[in-house]
Structures are given as structure tokens and as C-alpha cells.
């Protein structure tokens, strides 16, 4: 029984499709308080007072807390020498951001709970907005932190190469913006934390790491792990931004201990769009030297991060672009420097790539660049600098192994399938004859899969009597699709059918460990651990067998669910009721993995209006061995539609007083089906070496290569070097009037 590749339907979506899959906004827990925040309309603030008292009297009200009432527990320890500056639950003599929480309420209905949180009182003496990081950045500029640095970390990778450029044919230099977006996911952040007694509780939440969850609570609570239970129910969606514990998560929990009551924070889309982590956010300045014939000498990266208000997860996101800024190419000296600057926006998270986004834009949009400076066509120059296959495992200049890869064969069959060469003679004729612009934009990628070097996942088979097989696993779904795909690898690695194999995850009381799900991960490191698992399993059931009939344990054989030996043979449930439970647990830790692509797409400018219509995608990707092709195309879809949004149409852009322009989907763009273009999915297949699946991360990519591709197109359309995301009508209509290079 093999279903490895087999596009499998996925057996979850009949309860989200009919609404029987549960959120944590639909649960019902008697006795639940619903919390509500009252939130700075400042992004950077001194705070005179915070008065609750006319919110402590309003209907329905059980609590209103400001920092000055929170537990002597809730009280965040300042860090020691080189520490990151504390965020406290509650604003607490500064506010850093707009929307950062003045004060939490707790009432009976959620109407109750806004209502009061509308009647908290403040007193806040603005303070100077510093929503650039690179003016942030500077010696002089006011400090987010009395006696710290608003550069909150600094980093290099690999080593300076000024004597690279000093001595080069050619150097090109540009400078590139990646604004902050919004992780716009359908369901927002959502908690609910209920009191079990006797110090113990249990948490409903929508979010990426469970066991990371439960550990934060039991921490912020004073309490061993074990006496904190994390169930994440169905989950609306995450991209990273959910993986963290939000200071909102602990103040629900405080309160719920206080008040010996279930407390629940739903946050809404107008709070997200005003307080929620931001995405990207990056400065970047960069230089690429090479030769007359196009090859790479040497390449720099200069980037000012913008991390908002508390260094957050924020701190480590740019690291990754660092990590990752040598993308597909041979350059042998690279030198980038990573500062991540505090400034007065929301703090900013993992997104969609995470980094590696970032690192491509800069990389992608520079190769073009030099390719107008050579007059050498843009995929051509790609392929003369691409590593070739022969010399993997290959170490980058910036410390990075790539375990395997291909990049001119998925180029090329990229470039085949959109059609280049007869989008290159329609351009040539336009341009000669008239016509609307017509650009062609490539970008190659490489990113990093897995999360962090030797990060492990959690991987359990276990066989019942009744013939099935329940397979545990520490990753946390949040619409990948675990449950068809984690069920796909174990019935393939037992041999036996799939509807004998069941999934549990996301809950810490039925999963002892669990390491997270982003990184595209899942199926690379926790996949393999359920690999690992099953084939364990049989080596156990292998031994246990040979034991009850005295004989060695290579006679015994194994298949489809059953042990044989001569004569005898025996299924696996039978085994588990003569001998007892018969469980193997793993956990896996292989090295990151690089999946890599091409991504093409073509472009159409309408010259009086400066809109972009995207005529067509190509997307090139490989993923190593793929378990589910449909559940892998299904991601490459969306990650397309939010790369798209990046491009043409996203921005949380503040106002002249540092406060969010967005407060609602009628000011926050994003792209819907109306917007999608043809799109057409391929692969590649160079396996991981590393793991026993041969899988790569999936899901990520077209975050990664499309918005650099159609940059890349909208500038070769109307003959320039550089256009700023996000690619609106007025800014392509002001590109074209400038005009030229």
C-alpha cells in the first residue's frame, strides 16, 4: 500500500466546509468572561495615568486590570546585561506602538467588555514617531528604551569584499524598500483559558506550537507544564504569525486564575489591523560586482529591519535574509549586515517566507539590474551563475549547506512553459510597432526549510486491537491538511490501507512534544519522525513476534499489517492483545533543507491608468519527494495569491502621526479571485538526502519568488530600473512618466 504522490482528497475538509470544525470563537464554556483591551491611540507615548474606575462600574463588568494591577507574578523581570528590552503585558510607562493594551477588561458579553474598555481613562504625553528604521537607527535619534540602542541586535554574514568591488568591471548598487503587510489570515488571534482547579488549566487556542503555548503559560503562572493543557482546535489560518505567546494570551490567563472563571480574547480584524505583528519591513541597500561576461564576483547586502516597538520574534525573521542572501548563485565573496531596529510601529513576526522573501527580492532584483547594465538577457545571466548540480553538498559564504539541487532545469522549464521566447518577439514588436507595455520578470529562489539548525518533531505510531493504527505527531495543523497527508506516510510506510490510520495533534494532553509548525516543516521533520515511528513499530512487533515463538527475529517477515514466520503469522492487533500495547515514539531532528525555484511571470501595463494585469504566472518549484500533490499545489496557490498581494496591492503604511492608515479591508488591499491570473504549477524533484521521505518544505514559495518577478516584469515593461512595492496605479503612472533607466 503506497500512497506517497497520490493526490489523496483531504479527509478534513468535510467539517470545515460544513462548520462542524470548531474555532476557539465558537466554543462554548460555561461560565466564559470575554475579555476586551483598551488600546493606545499613540504609537509612542509617555503615560501620565490610567483610570479604570468608571469601566470597573459598567454592566456585566468581573475585572478591569491596568499594569498597575496585574499579579505581582505578571510583572515581566528586566533582563540582564545584553538582554532584549522586557515587554511587559500592560503598557507600562512608555506605550511603543499604536494599539499597544493600556488596559484589559473582563465582562460578561463581549459588548460589555468593549463598552467598558471604551470608558478606561489615560492621560498620555506623546513622544516623537520613528516609524523608519533607518532614521530609528541613527546615533541621535530618540530612544524607544531610556539607555538602549534602537538597533536592538546586529549581525554579519560571511565577509567584507570592498576589495571585490574596488577592483570589478562592473558594480551596480540599489537601494530596496519591502514594506511591512499584514499576515491576513481568515481567523485572527484567538485564546481561551479555562480554570480545571487546583492550579490547573486548560487553553484553547489558534495557533502554530502548542507545547511552546502550554510552556509560556505554565511559565507566566508559576506552574509545571504538565498542569497546563494547549488544545488547538480548528485554525483559520496562521503563516507564521501565530507561533508566538502574545502578552494578550497571559494576561487572559492571569485573569482567568484570578477570577476563577473561563476568559476568552477573540481579537477582530479591526484590532488586528491596528495591533497585530506586522510582516517584512526591511531597508535594504545592496551592490553586485561582476565581470564583463556577467559573472558574479562579489555581493553585498545592507539591511535596517524594521522589528516595531518590542524586538518579538521580529529579532530573528531578518537574520534568515542574512542566512539566505547568496540565494542560487556561485558568488564566492558575500558580506551582509543585519541590524534590527526598534521603532514605533507593531512589533513584526514570521510571515509567509519569513526572511527568505526578503533575501530573494534584494538578490533578484539586483540580477536584472546588472543584466540592463551588461544588455545581457536576464535568464541567460541567471543560468551562467546558477551552481551546478555536481557540486552539492554545497557550503554558500554565508555558512549555509545546500544538501541538492537543479536550478538551470527549473528555470528553463519555466522559461519553456510561459512562452519566453515568443513574449520577448510580441515585446520586440510592441515596442516597434505600438501597443500596450509588455515586461517578462524571472526570479529563482532558494530557501531554507525545516526551522532552526536541529530543531526536532515529535513522531508516534501506535497499533490497536482492532487493526488501526493512531498516529501522533508534534506539529500543529493550521490548514495544511496534516490529517490526510500524516495518515498518507504512515500507511504507506505499515503497508496497509489508508482508513485504518488515524491523526492526533494539537493537544498537549494526547502528544507528549511537539516542536512547532512553520518553516515548512511539517512533513520534512515531523513527516519523517511518523516515518521513523512506523518503521520502528515493526521492528518492535518483528522482536516481540520472534520472541512468543523462540526464534530469531530476522525469520520473521512483515506486510500489509501482518508478521509472518514459516507457518505462523499473526496481524499487529492480535499482537497488541496477547502481548500488550505496542507503541514506538520518535523524534526527529535532520538537517535544514533548501528547496528551491523559478518563478516567471508576464505582465501588462495599461499606460493611461498605470494598472498591472498580470497576464501569467509560471511557477517552477521542487520540494524533493512530494507526499500530496494536490495539498502541494493548494499551497502554492495561496502562497502565489499573498505574493501577488505583496506586489501589486499590500502596504500597513502609517500616517504622517505614526498611526496605521488600514483600519478595515476597504483600506487594506488584498487580492482576491477576481485578481488571480493564470497560473501554472510544475516541479521538480531532487530528494532530500536527509530524511527518509526525500521531502522538502512546501507552502512557501511563491511569497519567495513572485513579488520579484513582477517587479522584475513591471520594470522591463516600461524600461526602468526600479519601482517600489507595492506596484499601484499612481506609483507605475509616476514610473512611466519618469521613464528610462
Same mark, same amino acid.
Not at 481568515?186 to 506550537?209: K, N, Y
Not at 477570577?259 to 479591526?270: G, H
Not at 512553520?518 to 515493526?538: D, Y
Given at each position: 500500500?503506497?500512497?506517497?504522490?497520490?493526490?489523496?482528497?483531504?479527509?478534513?475538509? &468535510?467539517?470545515?466546509?460544513?462548520?462542524?470544525?470548531?474555532?476557539?470563537?465558537? !466554543?462554548?464554556?460555561?461560565?466564559?468572561?470575554?475579555?476586551?483591551?483598551?488600546?493606545?491611540?499613540?504609537?509612542?507615548?509617555?503615560? &501620565?495615568?490610567?483610570?479604570?474606575?468608571?469601566?470597573?462600574?459598567?454592566?456585566?463588568?468581573?475585572?478591569?486590570?491596568?499594569?498597575?494591577?496585574?499579579?505581582?507574578?505578571?510583572?515581566?523581570?528586566?533582563?540582564?546585561?545584553?538582554? @532584549?528590552?522586557?515587554?511587559?503585558?500592560?503598557?507600562?510607562?512608555?506605550?511603543?506602538?499604536?494599539?499597544?493594551?493600556?488596559?484589559?477588561?473582563?465582562? +460578561?458579553?463581549?459588548?460589555?467588555?468593549?463598552?467598558?474598555?471604551?470608558?478606561?481613562?489615560?492621560?498620555?504625553?506623546?513622544?516623537?514617531?520613528?516609524?523608519?528604521?533607518?532614521?530609528?537607527?541613527?546615533?541621535?535619534?530618540?530612544?524607544?528604551?531610556?539607555?538602549?540602542?534602537?538597533?536592538?541586535?546586529?549581525?554579519?554574514?560571511?565577509?567584507?569584499?570592498?576589495?571585490?568591488?574596488? %577592483?570589478?568591471?562592473?558594480?551596480?548598487?540599489?537601494?530596496?524598500?519591502?514594506?511591512?503587510?499584514? @499576515?491576513?489570515?481568515?481567523?485572527?488571534?484567538?485564546?481561551?483559558?479555562?480554570?480545571?482547579?487546583?492550579?490547573?488549566?486548560?487553553?484553547?487556542?489558534?495557533? *502554530?506550537?502548542?507545547?511552546?503555548?502550554?510552556?509560556?503559560?505554565?511559565?507566566? !503562572?508559576?506552574?509545571?507544564?504538565?498542569?497546563?493543557?494547549?488544545?488547538?482546535?480548528?485554525?483559520?489560518? %496562521?503563516?507564521?504569525?501565530?507561533? *508566538? #505567546?502574545?502578552?494578550?494570551?497571559? #494576561?487572559?490567563?492571569?485573569?482567568?486564575?484570578?477570577?476563577?472563571?473561563?476568559?476568552?480574547?477573540?481579537?477582530?480584524?479591526?484590532?488586528?489591523?491596528?495591533?497585530?505583528?506586522?510582516?517584512?519591513?526591511?531597508? *535594504?541597500?545592496?551592490?553586485?560586482?561582476?565581470?564583463?561576461?556577467?559573472?558574479?564576483?562579489?555581493?553585498?547586502?545592507?539591511?535596517?529591519? +524594521?522589528?516595531?516597538?518590542?524586538?518579538?520574534?521580529?529579532?530573528?525573521?531578518?537574520?534568515?535574509?542574512?542566512?539566505?542572501?547568496?540565494?542560487?548563485?556561485?558568488? &564566492?565573496?558575500?558580506?551582509?549586515?543585519?541590524?534590527?531596529?526598534? =521603532?514605533?510601529?507593531?512589533?513584526?513576526?514570521?510571515?509567509?517566507?519569513?526572511?527568505?522573501?526578503?533575501?530573494?527580492?534584494?538578490?533578484?532584483?539586483?540580477?536584472?539590474?546588472?543584466?540592463?547594465?551588461?544588455?545581457?538577457?536576464? $535568464?541567460?545571466?541567471?543560468?551562467?551563475?546558477?551552481?551546478?548540480?555536481?557540486?552539492?553538498?554545497?557550503?554558500?559564504? =554565508?555558512?549555509?549547506?545546500?544538501?541538492?539541487?537543479?536550478?538551470?532545469? /527549473?528555470?528553463?522549464? %519555466?522559461?519553456?512553459?510561459?512562452?519566453?521566447?515568443?513574449?520577448r518577439a510580441e515585446q520586440v514588436r510592441r515596442r516597434r510597432e505600438g501597443g500596450r507595455p509588455l515586461g517578462v520578470g524571472i526570479a529563482t529562489y532558494v530557501e531554507r526549510s525545516g526551522g532552526p539548525p536541529d530543531s526536532d518533531e515529535f513522531g508516534s505510531?501506535?497499533?490497536?486491537?482492532?487493526?488501526?493504527?493512531?498516529?501522533?505527531?508534534?506539529?500543529?495543523?493550521?490548514?495544511?491538511?496534516?490529517?490526510?497527508?500524516?495518515? *498518507?506516510?504512515v500507511a504507506s510506510a505499515l503497508d496497509v490501507e489508508l482508513d485504518r490510520v488515524r491523526v492526533v495533534e494539537g493537544d498537549t494532553a494526547e502528544v507528549p512534544y511537539g516542536f512547532a509548525t512553520f518553516g515548512s516543516r511539517s512533513m520534512q521533520v515531523g513527516?519523517?519522525?511518523?516515518?521513523?515511528?512506523?518503521?520502528?513499530?515493526?521492528?518492535?512487533?518483528?522482536?516481540?513476534?520472534?520472541?512468543?515463538?523462540?526464534?530469531?527475529? /530476522?525469520?520473521?517477515?512483515? /506486510?500489509?499489517?501482518?508478521?509472518?514466520?514459516?507457518?505462523?503469522?499473526?496481524?499487529?492487533?492480535?499482537?497488541?492483545?496477547?502481548?500488550? @500495547?505496542? &507503541?514506538?515514539?520518535?523524534?526527529?531532528?535532520?538537517?535544514? $533543507?533548501? @528547496?528551491?525555484?523559478?518563478?516567471?511571470?508576464?505582465?501588462?501595463?495599461?499606460?493611461?491608468?498605470?494598472?498591472?494585469? #498580470?497576464?501569467?504566472?509560471?511557477?517552477?518549484?521542487?520540494?524533493?519527494?512530494?507526499?500530496?500533490?494536490?495539498?502541494?499545489?493548494?499551497?502554492?496557490?495561496?502562497?502565489i495569491a499573498q505574493g501577488l498581494g505583496q506586489a501589486l496591492y499590500e502596504q500597513a503604511f502609517a500616517d504622517p502621526c505614526g498611526l496605521p492608515y488600514a483600519t478595515t479591508l476597504l483600506d487594506y488591499l488584498v487580492p482576491t479571485a477576481a485578481e488571480m491570473?493564470?497560473?501554472?504549477?510544475?516541479?521538480?524533484?531532487?530528494?532530500?538526502?536527509?530524511?527518509?521521505?526525500?521531502?522538502?518544505?512546501?507552502?512557501?514559495?511563491?511569497?519567495?519568488?513572485?513579488?520579484? /518577478?513582477?517587479?522584475?516584469?513591471?520594470?522591463?515593461?516600461?524600461?526602468?530600473?526600479?519601482?517600489?512595492?507595492?506596484? =499601484?496605479?499612481?506609483?507605475?503612472?509616476?514610473?512611466?512618466?519618469?521613464?528610462?533607466?
Amino acid at each position: 500500500m503506497r500512497y506517497i504522490g497520490e493526490r489523496i482528497p483531504r479527509r478534513e475538509d &468535510r467539517d470545515l466546509i460544513t462548520g462542524r470544525a470548531r474555532r476557539v470563537a465558537d !466554543l462554548d464554556v460555561p461560565g466564559t468572561l470575554e475579555l476586551a483591551f483598551t488600546r493606545s491611540p499613540l504609537p509612542h507615548a509617555r503615560i &501620565r495615568a490610567v483610570d479604570t474606575a468608571e469601566a470597573r462600574a459598567m454592566p456585566g463588568v468581573a475585572a478591569v486590570w491596568a499594569a498597575a494591577d496585574l499579579p505581582a507574578q505578571a510583572a515581566r523581570p528586566a533582563p540582564g546585561e545584553g538582554g @532584549p528590552p522586557p515587554r511587559p503585558l500592560l503598557a507600562t510607562g512608555k506605550v511603543r506602538y499604536p494599539g499597544e493594551a493600556l488596559a484589559a477588561v473582563a465582562a +460578561d458579553t463581549r459588548a460589555h467588555a468593549e463598552d467598558a474598555a471604551e470608558r478606561v481613562r489615560f492621560d498620555l504625553d506623546p513622544l516623537p514617531v520613528l516609524d523608519d528604521p533607518v532614521a530609528a537607527a541613527a546615533r541621535d535619534a530618540p530612544r524607544l528604551f531610556d539607555g538602549r540602542s534602537n538597533v536592538a541586535e546586529e549581525r554579519t554574514f560571511g565577509g567584507p569584499a570592498d576589495d571585490v568591488f574596488a %577592483a570589478a568591471p562592473v558594480v551596480v548598487e540599489a537601494a530596496y524598500r519591502e514594506q511591512l503587510v499584514l @499576515p491576513m489570515s481568515l481567523e485572527a488571534r484567538a485564546v481561551l483559558i479555562r480554570p480545571d482547579g487546583a492550579d490547573r488549566f486548560t487553553v484553547w487556542v489558534s495557533h *502554530q506550537a502548542q507545547h511552546r503555548m502550554r510552556d509560556g503559560v505554565a511559565a507566566a !503562572l508559576g506552574l509545571a507544564p504538565e498542569r497546563v493543557r494547549v488544545i488547538v482546535p480548528a485554525t483559520g489560518g %496562521a503563516f507564521g504569525a501565530k507561533s *508566538q #505567546v502574545f502578552p494578550e494570551y497571559l #494576561v487572559a490567563a492571569h485573569l482567568a486564575r484570578h477570577l476563577r472563571r473561563p476568559v476568552r480574547w477573540s481579537e477582530d480584524r479591526a484590532e488586528a489591523m491596528l495591533a497585530a505583528p506586522r510582516g517584512r519591513g526591511q531597508h *535594504q541597500r545592496v551592490r553586485l560586482a561582476a565581470g564583463t561576461d556577467g559573472t558574479f564576483l562579489g555581493y553585498e547586502l545592507l539591511i535596517d529591519a +524594521d522589528i516595531g516597538g518590542y524586538p518579538h520574534t521580529g529579532a530573528f525573521v531578518p537574520m534568515m535574509t542574512g542566512a539566505m542572501s547568496t540565494g542560487a548563485y556561485r558568488t &564566492r565573496r558575500v558580506h551582509t549586515r543585519v541590524r534590527c531596529v526598534l =521603532t514605533t510601529t507593531a512589533p513584526t513576526t514570521s510571515y509567509r517566507g519569513a526572511g527568505r522573501p526578503e533575501a530573494a527580492y534584494a538578490l533578484e532584483r539586483t540580477v536584472d539590474l546588472l543584466a540592463r547594465r551588461l544588455g545581457m538577457d536576464p $535568464a541567460e545571466l541567471r543560468l551562467r551563475n546558477f551552481i551546478r548540480p555536481e557540486e552539492y553538498p554545497y557550503l554558500t559564504p =554565508t555558512g549555509r549547506t545546500y544538501d541538492s539541487g537543479d536550478y538551470a532545469t /527549473a528555470l528553463r522549464t %519555466a522559461l519553456d512553459a510561459a512562452g519566453y521566447a515568443r513574449v520577448r518577439a510580441e515585446q520586440v514588436r510592441r515596442r516597434r510597432e505600438g501597443g500596450r507595455p509588455l515586461g517578462v520578470g524571472i526570479a529563482t529562489y532558494v530557501e531554507r526549510s525545516g526551522g532552526p539548525p536541529d530543531s526536532d518533531e515529535f513522531g508516534s505510531v501506535e497499533a490497536c486491537q482492532d487493526g488501526t493504527f493512531l498516529a501522533r505527531s508534534g506539529s500543529t495543523a493550521t490548514g495544511q491538511g496534516h490529517l490526510t497527508a500524516f495518515a *498518507q506516510v504512515v500507511a504507506s510506510a505499515l503497508d496497509v490501507e489508508l482508513d485504518r490510520v488515524r491523526v492526533v495533534e494539537g493537544d498537549t494532553a494526547e502528544v507528549p512534544y511537539g516542536f512547532a509548525t512553520f518553516g515548512s516543516r511539517s512533513m520534512q521533520v515531523g513527516g519523517a519522525a511518523l516515518w521513523r515511528a512506523a518503521e520502528a513499530l515493526v521492528a518492535e512487533a518483528r522482536r516481540r513476534y520472534a520472541k512468543e515463538l523462540g526464534v530469531d527475529a /530476522a525469520e520473521v517477515s512483515y /506486510a500489509a499489517g501482518r508478521l509472518v514466520c514459516g507457518d505462523d503469522s499473526a496481524e499487529l492487533g492480535d499482537l497488541v492483545a496477547g502481548t500488550g @500495547p505496542l &507503541r514506538a515514539d520518535e523524534r526527529f531532528a535532520p538537517p535544514q $533543507a533548501f @528547496p528551491f525555484g523559478a518563478h516567471v511571470a508576464v505582465v501588462e501595463i495599461d499606460p493611461d491608468l498605470g494598472t498591472v494585469e #498580470v497576464r501569467r504566472v509560471v511557477a517552477v518549484d521542487d520540494y524533493g519527494v512530494v507526499v500530496n500533490p494536490m495539498i502541494v499545489d493548494g499551497q502554492g496557490y495561496g502562497s502565489i495569491a499573498q505574493g501577488l498581494g505583496q506586489a501589486l496591492y499590500e502596504q500597513a503604511f502609517a500616517d504622517p502621526c505614526g498611526l496605521p492608515y488600514a483600519t478595515t479591508l476597504l483600506d487594506y488591499l488584498v487580492p482576491t479571485a477576481a485578481e488571480m491570473p493564470p497560473i501554472t504549477l510544475l516541479e521538480t524533484s531532487t530528494p532530500n538526502p536527509n530524511t527518509p521521505l526525500g521531502a522538502k518544505g512546501a507552502g512557501e514559495a511563491g511569497c519567495i519568488g513572485i513579488p520579484p /518577478a513582477v517587479v522584475n516584469a513591471v520594470c522591463d515593461a516600461l524600461d526602468v530600473d526600479h519601482v517600489d512595492m507595492p506596484l =499601484t496605479p499612481e506609483t507605475v503612472w509616476r514610473a512611466m512618466r519618469r521613464g528610462g533607466p
